[in-house]
């Protein structure tokens, strides 16, 4: 049982470049989360989902895009990579109002 | 708005002094709160739900309590594998979608 994982771990890209991150969890959780932590910023929710098929924008969507396509896949797209976005990447996933289970992180610089 | 407050910033422990951090929060309605436990470099660790006033939960040295207004997290003769960041975060009634709003975090350094 690997809980969530979470890929890349690390990844510097060029302003402008593209990528995806992947989150998965084998938790059969409904739930799940995207979250960006900076520092004196504390974590900040960019996209959620609450089951296959749907998501929906968080508190900081803007620049992300997201999918889940499986239950048990959750995506978060940059599409043109600012320095802004220059962060620490969090996926969680919960079944419903339990505590929510959070992955090991990516740390994404954009140069 | 939903807001939530966690004191002190920074909390400098020798080993075995007992200590408290503090979470308020302000929501129309208290669904659960959260404490989770981040070391550096990980992610944040799960550690307690409470979900009405008068609630309590332990674990180790570890003991979260719940009031309507606040809730705490006691260290009890901490170690210094105790030093960690502590997250406290809460999903309001209205939150159907179990989203959570996080504190700042408590930075807890326990020396020997």
């Known amino acids: 049982n690997a809980g969530v994982t979470q890929t890349p771990k690390f990844r510097v890209l060029k302003t402008g470049q593209s990528m995806t991150l992947l989150c998965a969890q084998d938790?059969?959780?409904?739930?799940m989360y995207w979250y960006r932590q900076d520092p004196g910023m504390g974590l900040r929710l960019i996209h959620y989902s609450v089951g296959e098929g749907t998501t929906a924008k968080g508190e900081v969507p803007d620049g992300y895009n997201v999918s889940r396509l499986k239950k048990q896949n959750f995506l978060l797209g940059l599409e043109s990579a600012a320095p802004s976005q220059t962060s620490v990447y969090f996926c969680?996933?919960?079944?419903?109002?339990?505590?929510?289970?959070f992955g090991p992180g990516t740390r994404l610089t954009v140069l | 708005e939903d807001q939530v407050t966690q004191s002190p910033e920074a909390l400098r422990l020798q080993e075995g002094e007992s200590s408290s951090l503090n979470c308020s929060y302000t929501v129309s309605g208290l669904r659960g709160l959260f404490w989770y436990r981040q070391d550096p470099g990980k992610g944040p660790e799960f550690l307690f739900t409470l979900y009405s006033a008068g609630e309590e939960k332990e674990k180790e040295r570890l003991k979260a309590t719940l009031t309507k207004k606040e809730s705490f997290l006691h260290i009890t003769a901490p170690k210094p594998e105790d030093s960690a960041t502590y997250l406290c975060?809460?999903?309001?009634?209205?939150?159907?979608?179990?989203?959570?709003?996080f504190g700042a975090g408590t930075t807890v350094t326990v020396r020997a």
């Open positions: 938790m059969n959780h409904e739930y």
């Open positions: 969680a996933s919960s079944r419903n109002r339990g505590g929510q289970f």
């Open positions: 975060a809460v999903i309001p009634v209205r939150a159907n979608d179990y989203k959570l709003s």
